[in-house]
């Protein structure tokens, strides 16, 4: 089983950045396909970008949002840059197995606790 620990999420006003970090631990893979979701109040969780032998997206973070991933560190980042203060929401990383990055939350076995993103207008 592998463990998943987000970090990173604070409040900060609208065209701020953060940085948000998922440290993976336990039976972890350099081959898991490693994503973050967002669930705002009220809302669906939804997908926001994906790594594995490539990198996708959400088209709202395009250009924006940057995920990147450190195998030695079994670590996955995302960097966010120009956030909005519809950004808000609980940030999830997840693990799915597989080498296709989907962007369907129910395909990944794995969550972890979330962190809290606040863009301020």
């Given at each position: 089983?592998?463990?998943?620990?987000?970090?990173?999420?604070?409040?900060?006003?609208?065209?701020?950045?953060?940085?948000l970090s998922c440290v993976a631990s336990g039976r972890t893979s350099?081959?898991?396909?490693?994503?973050?979701?967002?669930?705002?109040?009220?809302?669906?969780?939804?997908?926001?970008?994906?790594?594995?032998?490539?990198?996708?997206?959400?088209?709202?973070?395009?250009?924006?949002?940057?995920?990147?991933?450190?195998?030695?560190?079994?670590?996955?980042?995302?960097?966010?840059?120009?956030?909005?203060?519809?950004?808000?929401?609980?940030?999830?990383?997840?693990?799915?197995?597989?080498?296709?990055?989907?962007?369907?939350?129910?395909?990944?076995?794995?969550?972890?606790?979330?962190?809290?993103?606040?863009?301020?207008?």
């Amino acid at each position: 089983q592998v463990q998943l620990v987000e970090s990173g999420g604070g409040l900060v006003q609208a065209g701020g950045s953060l940085r948000l970090s998922c440290v993976a631990s336990g039976r972890t893979s350099s081959t898991y396909v490693m994503a973050w979701f967002r669930q705002a109040p009220g809302k669906e969780r939804e997908f926001v970008a994906g790594v594995s032998g490539y990198i996708l997206y959400a088209d709202s973070v395009k250009g924006r949002f940057t995920i990147s991933r450190d195998n030695a560190k079994n670590t996955v980042y995302l960097q966010m840059n120009s956030l909005k203060p519809e950004d808000t929401a609980v940030y999830y990383c997840a693990a799915a197995s597989g080498v296709f990055v989907v962007t369907t939350s129910a395909l990944y076995h794995t969550w972890g606790q979330g962190t809290q993103v606040t863009v301020s207008s």
